[in-house]
């Protein structure tokens, strides 16, 4: 099904780009992560890389021309297919057609508020919706940064850690913070010089993409009338009385509920302190911190003690009970307080990669009809090979590394595995993408090694081990975790049999490898009696989306992956 490509936005202040060169032509092939045209935006000029794979069927915006943010400037699809439906769609054609592209300046330039007004109406953290659009008004010399799309899922970010902060000289190209992703941790580059004049996010906190996190300008400009707007004290008297009836209607009884989840959002800590109290699974609200202005620190959560604040309040309620007791000698259902005791709990807020995770696999487990295909493959010959070729590989190479290679050569004789469902048709694809599944401590991550078929086994191994390095120090960039047609998850390592994995969408298979273990096998001798020897076997298990790929289609594939592994050296010729 044909893409429109739009225009992104590529910096906070950006309102249209300027196609500055294109790198490909109408009719070529586009893979993920090419780059299709140079654009130039307010701040600099950048690559416009491609999401969807195919070919370039429509160029709608010559060099030199300038796009506004959302506009059309290309279509991808499959090579012939019909386009035109998209562009004279009112989704496409509106903002397709070159004519409008020089009035949205005109529009701007004499009433900046209005547009400023409508960008706004998405942000929920500003305290007025006219806050930007003030700025141009008041010749503020003062620039918003707000919260960049980082990925193609990404919703929100987290402030990981700043490295300014507020009254710091900022530079072009300064790392202002560490933003959390639902894929990774990324650098938020400034584009202004200046005087880093306010923070709007917190440490920890969450921000939707496009909100406002922080003000660049020159030092001692009013940049509050960028976050105000005109009505710049009276949104915020407006947002004191909208919490005090929640605090007025609130009894003293809600206070110890609050006080474990609500101040466990706004604790102040080091990203290394959250780290390991998330590790040994302490809750910050129970810490008492010695860092700057109560911050807590690396040295405060190695000293707490889980049982001292506990075990303070529960003296308190049997010191009532007597009092009660005394004032009331008919109370015989006193036993009541006997259930409160249910043990400790933590609420542990859910980072953004969860979330994903979470949103992802939940929508493929119950939208994808997931059928499963379990067999046992002899691992001797892979393991014997195994030793001889590490005798002269570069980099250690592994059984998953045999794996993938075994997987990806299986897939290029059942391209009907290697596909997406895509609604109203299959795409098979003619490449092998293999997506490996990388356990990281706040959930799963899976890089792509892209083209595996087409190559060596030490290519592979090495290849595997740099993107599990940049996945575990959350280093990976889009490039990396895209594209991918099948994908391979494997727990032999943990010593785990056989299990099952959820379909990682949009693949339309992924297989789940267990562990090699040694068994018995029976062999007749000389005289055809059975004789016991030892053998090596792995469980690997094919969960299939059966849209897509049928019960015998997945049965065939892992035929010809058993035939590869028990005779490595056929996928090695």
Not at 21 to 28: A, L, N, Q
Not at 329 to 335: G, I, R
């Amino acid at each position: 099904m044909a893409e429109l490509i739009r225009m992104p936005k590529m910096s906070d202040t950006m309102t249209e780009g300027v196609i500055a060169e294109w790198h490909k032509k109408v009719g070529d092939k586009v893979k993920s992560g090419d780059v299709l045209a140079e654009v130039e935006t307010d701040k600099a000029t950048m690559d416009l890389e491609a999401y969807d794979e195919g070919t370039l069927l429509y160029i709608g915006v010559e060099k030199g021309q300038a796009v506004p943010i959302d506009g059309v400037i290309a279509v991808i699809g499959e090579e012939g297919e019909d386009y035109k439906a998209l562009l004279d769609g009112s989704s496409g054609g509106s903002q397709e057609a070159p004519a409008p592209k020089p009035e949205a300046p005109k529009a701007e330039t004499p009433t900046p508020a209005p547009n400023g007004a409508q960008k706004e109406q998405a942000t929920s953290q500003l305290p007025d919706a006219k806050a930007v659009s003030a700025a141009p008004a008041a010749d503020v010399n003062a620039t918003v940064i707000r919260m960049p799309k980082m990925s193609d899922t990404m919703t929100e970010g987290t402030i990981v850690a700043w490295h300014k902060k507020e009254g710091d000289t900022v530079k072009s190209g300064d790392v202002l913070a560490e933003v959390e992703t639902d894929k990774a941790t990324m650098d938020l580059e400034a584009y202004e010089e200046g005087t880093l004049l306010y923070i709007g996010v917190k440490e920890g906190a969450s921000v939707a993409v496009d909100e406002v996190i922080a003000v660049v300008g020159e030092k001692g400009a009013d940049f509050k009338v960028l976050l105000q707007g005109g009505n710049g004290q009276a949104a915020p008297a407006q947002a004191a009385p909208a919490e005090s009836p929640k605090a007025e209607a609130a009894p003293q009884a809600a206070a110890p509920a609050e006080s474990n989840h609500a101040v466990n959002e706004r604790v102040k800590a080091s990203p290394l302190a959250k780290r390991i109290a998330e590790e040994k699974g302490i809750s910050l609200a129970q810490v008492q911190g010695t860092g700057p202005e109560g911050r807590i620190v690396k040295r405060d959560i190695e000293g707490f003690e889980p049982s001292a604040k506990p075990a303070a309040p529960q003296p308190a309620a049997p010191a009532a009970q007597p009092a009660e007791a005394k004032a009331a000698p008919a109370a015989a259902p006193q036993p009541t307080p006997a259930p409160q005791a249910q043990g400790e709990f933590e609420d542990i807020p859910v980072s953004q990669m969860r979330k994903t995770i979470a949103r992802r696999l939940g929508e493929s487990k119950f939208s994808a009809p997931h059928f499963y295909l379990t067999m046992e493959i002899n691992m001797d010959k892979a393991m014997e090979l195994r030793g001889r070729v590490n005798e002269v590989s570069p980099v250690k190479i592994s059984f998953n590394d045999f794996v993938i290679k075994a997987a990806a050569v299986a897939l290029k004789q059942h391209p009907a595995v290697n596909s997406s469902w895509l609604g109203d048709k299959i795409r098979r694809y003619k490449y092998v993408n293999i997506g490996v599944a990388v356990a990281v401590d706040e959930g799963l991550l899976v890089p792509v090694v892209r083209n595996a078929d087409q190559k060596t086994l030490s290519t592979i191994a090495g290849e595997v081990k740099d993107l599990a390095g940049k996945a575990k120090e959350r280093k990976l960039q889009p490039k990396d975790w895209e594209g991918s047609t099948f994908s391979i998850s494997n727990l032999g390592m943990f010593g785990i049999d056989e299990f099952t994995a959820i379909i990682n969408p949009p693949d339309s298979c992924i297989l789940a490898v267990g562990a090699i273990k040694q068994t018995v096998k029976f062999e007749g001798d000389a005289a055809d009696v059975p004789v016991a020897k030892p053998t090596n076997v792995m469980k690997v298990t094919l969960s299939c989306d059966h849209r897509s790929v049928d019960g015998a289609t997945g049965a065939a594939f892992l035929q010809t992956l058993k035939q590869l592994l028990e005779d490595p050296m056929r996928m090695l010729v």
